[in-house]
């Protein structure tokens, strides 16, 4: 009979191991626990299974067995009812079991030279205690291993298991609280303010930013602190980040990038973790520069709608502010960030002592747009005889990254067609690329619909041309895009066109109307393909009357509000039903007006529609100035 041991490898196994089944606690989280209390606790862990081991388990053991004297000992052996016996002389004791070795009694040794025979008469089972000499080391090896190896298999475990979930070591648990600020190391592609065009105000604002990390000394002396916070906001595609890597690749500093959506975890408290250690980091490596992209993710405004009021979003926001107020007006730490939607931030975020500046990033003008193309030409091989002003024209509205695929597409047309080089077509066809699709070179129309698409371009482009205050006629196209288009008119301003009379946007209604209004003159039947013009026209008319005041009815009312600006700019009704009802009426006389006057312009000009369109009909693309000269012709 052996008396049941106990050890630390055992007992670590089965406390983890019993966590590690129940899907509650892998061995690296319960490493870790300990490990917040710093060193001590890892010590304080080992330390109590060491003593759990040394004191508890062998009392437990002890108070396990029965306590008997030798005279009960002695006749138990003598009427068969002892199953094993075992002397431990060195413990000055017996223990024994009963026959059916379900209870161990222990008694005190007598003198008692006849003991052996009479175990040897009663057939019980003898056996004595062996005496091993073991080391510390070993005892506490014995202890402790199994407890590393757990741990070791548990981390392993983990990581696997991680990595299966797609995220690796660095993911979900493992690096939660961490912020995953990407640090800006300068190389040989860095992008400067030379390489930013069209944003010549933002990139003076954010100079003088550059120019306080590098000599901060110079404003301190008059008194003056920097911005806490700089807010860029602007259309998509305006170049809003690449200001911000322009402002790292100008300022030796430091520079933390970060999206909004990074902060956003499933774990409640985990977002505003990681605002912690990113603006912990900030601070020990100051002066340098964080960049929040998409800051609206975090910066919503709050409404109490959420979980009441302390969602995720919500406490992450909460700590940025805390962040923002902690820092000191000369620290040298530079928040900046960017939005296309600033009416949704808290005005807690936006007020001055956070983000202080408001830095507009805007579509380009004209001498912006022709500075944006140069600047992306100068990385492709381009024709010395491009004009530059004139695909700024016809880019009017575009963004500083619609312009680069602009250059880039018109890069792909000269590799296709198999030039050298980058030449005037190329860049003209790519905007027609960019605004309406690529040539739907398997679109076989009908001679019928060729004709009907045909007067209905040239109905857009003689309405144009014959009314005052309307831009030029720039190209005629009845070649069918990728977008849905049968055909297209480009009309290009001269110039900048920053404010627009109420004439104007008439005549833009008309011209709008001019594709519908050929087809009744001519044909005396209507179409599918002026669907687009409809929307366009409805759209402007409804604007005029509810947004711009140009209505003698309704006056300087607004009766529409605008959403989201820089995102399409959706309007939403401000007004009562009824009044609704008069909108609708008023919109709906403009478009008409309208319509009937670009049916009087075609009528008028019947023998020059007719003349146009049939030669658009045969030539199916024709420039500007062709259709000028034959409108201009005796």
Not at 301 to 318: A, F, P, S, V
Not at 476 to 487: D, F, K, N, Q
Request: proline letters at 3%.
């Amino acid at each position: 009979m052996e008396e049941k041991k106990w050890n630390a490898g055992s007992i670590g196994l089965t406390f983890a191991g019993s966590f590690l089944g129940a899907g509650y606690v892998s061995g690296q989280e319960l490493w870790q626990f300990f490990g917040s209390f710093g060193n001590w606790g890892y010590v304080g862990f080992l330390l109590a299974v060491v003593l759990f081991n040394t004191l508890a388990m062998p009392w437990l053991a002890e108070h396990a067995i029965r306590d008997v004297d030798y005279n009960t000992f002695v006749s138990m052996v003598q009427e068969g009812k002892v199953g094993q016996v075992e002397i431990q002389e060195q413990n000055n004791r017996i223990l024994f079991t009963d026959k059916d070795e379900r209870t161990v009694y222990k008694t005190a040794m007598v003198p008692d030279s006849d003991l052996i025979s009479r175990l040897l008469e009663a057939g019980v089972s003898t056996s004595g205690e062996e005496i091993e000499q073991t080391s510390l080391l070993v005892d506490i090896l014995s202890w402790i291993l199994p407890l590393v190896v757990f741990i070791a298999l548990g981390n392993f475990m983990s990581r696997k298991m991680m990595e299966k979930m797609g995220g690796g070591s660095s993911s979900m648990m493992f690096n939660m609280g961490k912020s995953n600020a990407k640090v800006y190391v300068k190389s040989s592609e860095g992008i400067k303010f030379a390489d930013v065009a069209g944003e010549d105000e933002a990139k003076e604002n954010l100079a003088e930013i550059v120019e306080y990390l590098h000599n901060p000394g110079k404003y301190q002396e008059i008194g003056a602190s920097m911005p806490k916070g700089i807010l860029l906001v602007g259309p998509p595609g305006t170049g809003k980040t690449m200001l911000a890597k322009a402002v790292a690749g100008e300022a030796n500093v430091p520079f933390f990038s970060m999206s909004g959506s990074e902060f956003v975890e499933m774990f409640v408290g985990m977002g505003a973790s990681k605002v912690r250690d990113l603006f912990s980091q900030a601070k020990e490596k100051a002066p340098c520069i964080v960049f929040i992209d998409e800051i609206d993710t975090i910066g919503k405004k709050r409404d109490g709608n959420g979980m009441g009021g302390n969602d995720e979003r919500e406490q992450t926001l909460n700590q940025l502010l805390t962040e923002m107020d902690g820092f000191e007006g000369n620290s040298g730490v530079i928040i900046l960030a960017a939005t296309n939607r600033p009416e949704s931030l808290d005005p807690a975020l936006t007020r001055p002592g956070r983000f202080d500046r408001r830095v507009p990033v805007e579509l380009p003008d004209l001498k912006g747009r022709e500075a944006i193309l140069k600047v992306h030409a100068k990385k492709v091989k381009i024709a010395d005889n491009v004009d530059f002003t004139q695909i700024a024209r016809m880019a009017a509205g575009a963004s500083g990254a619609e312009l680069a695929n602009i250059v880039n597409e018109a890069a792909l047309r000269a590799v296709r067609d198999g030039r050298p080089c980058v030449n005037q077509a190329d860049l003209e066809e790519s905007i027609e690329v960019v605004i309406a699709g690529y040539q739907k070179k398997n679109a076989i129309l009908t001679d019928h619909e060729k004709l009907v698409v045909s007067y209905h371009e040239i109905g857009h482009a003689l309405v144009a041309a014959l009314q005052s205050h309307s831009a030029p006629v720039q190209k005629i196209t009845i070649v069918p895009r990728t977008s849905g288009a049968l055909g297209y008119t480009m009309q290009v301003d001269e110039g900048n066109h920053y404010l627009m009379t109420k004439e104007e946007l008439e005549n833009k209604i008309a011209t709008y109307t001019g594709g519908r209004a050929a087809e009744e003159v001519v044909f005396q039947s209507v179409t599918t393909g002026a669907s687009n013009d409809i929307e366009q026209a409805t759209k402007l008319a409804r604007a005029m009357i509810t947004q711009y005041g140009m209505s003698d009815e309704f006056g300087m009312v607004a009766l529409e509000t605008v959403n989201n600006q820089y995102l399409g700019g959706d309007a939403s009704l401000a007004c009562s039903a009824q009044m609704q009802a008069k909108i609708d009426d008023r919109v709906i006389a403009l478009v008409k007006q309208q319509h009937e006057k670009a049916t009087k312009i075609l009528e008028e000009n019947r023998q020059k529609l007719d003349e146009l369109a049939k030669y658009l009909y045969e030539q199916e693309t024709i420039t500007g100035e062709e259709f000028m000269k034959i409108l201009n012709a005796k």
